[in-house]
């Protein structure tokens, strides 16, 4: 076993407008209160080598906790969390990471901020910059490109570090153009290859094609089912549409993905 959660939770909190009493009105205040709730809770699953779990939920900050948890950014308030010897976080690179650096420059630095040992980085850029077609432009700046190539490079690094979990958090993209249509297919290599991936996602066709287990994250508790009905779940919640709003003490249903 890879990593693990067993009835885990991690609590937040959020600020709330106070409500003050004025004439016999209820009026809300100015002021603010710190208001705890769930972040996630009751969250039980595992995670062998080979196997692909897909979280889903109404909010990305539920599904990208889980995998901070698991990344060792984040504790866990209630339960037991067993968290992956070498695992990777992926996450969309930001420009303000590699601004003024040139591309190879720029795979240095997200495989550094993605957790890669410096004794590791440099057998790392030849076969990533093979991988995010950048072989001929290492000496450019990147600024000089789009920033589907920082997405690029970030998903070469996830293919080739050193990890045996790979987390792709919701922000995650994967580029444009033939790279994107086949990195599917490379992530499917991953995990066949013996690594297990955690992915979070919006998309019904990522969960049925890539998922090998599911779990749907909700406030106050954690389901697990099978990826059809999490791909179920996510073409319901696209006909319902997003909430924008919601009640304080709902315990609601979340949302989240990665972009193949």
Known sequence: MLASFTDAGLEGFRLKKKQQIIKGVPRMTAT?????YWVFRGLTTTLDAGEAL????????????????????????VGQVQRPQRGLLVSAPQSRWVRE????????????????PDNAIDALVAPVASTADVES????PLEDFSKK?????AF????????????????????????????LDRALAMRDGG?????????????????????????KRADQVGVAEA???????????????RRRDEDDDDDSGIGF
């Open 32 to 36: 603010h209160e710190r208001e705890s």
């Open 54 to 77: 897909v979280l889903v939920s109404r909010d990305p900050a539920r599904t990208n906790a889980a995998l901070r948890v698991w990344a060792n950014l984040l504790p866990v308030d």
């Open 231 to 245: 791909a179920e779940f996510l073409i319901r919640d696209k006909v319902k549409g997003r909430k924008r709003s």
């Open 137 to 140: 432009v290492l000496h450019r």
């Open 101 to 116: 650096l040139s591309v190879e420059q720029s795979i240095r630095m997200i495989a550094g901020i993605y957790g890669v």
């Open 149 to 153: 190539l920082r997405y690029q490079i």
């Open 156 to 183: 070469a690094v996830a293919i080739h570090a050193d990890s045996d979990v790979v987390m792709f958090d919701h922000t995650t993209v994967v580029g444009s153009g033939d790279f994107r249509k086949q990195c």
């Open 195 to 219: 690594k297990g991936l955690v992915v979070t996602t919006t998309k019904p066709q990522i969960a049925l094609h890539l998922g090998t287990k599911a779990v749907i994250l909700r406030g």
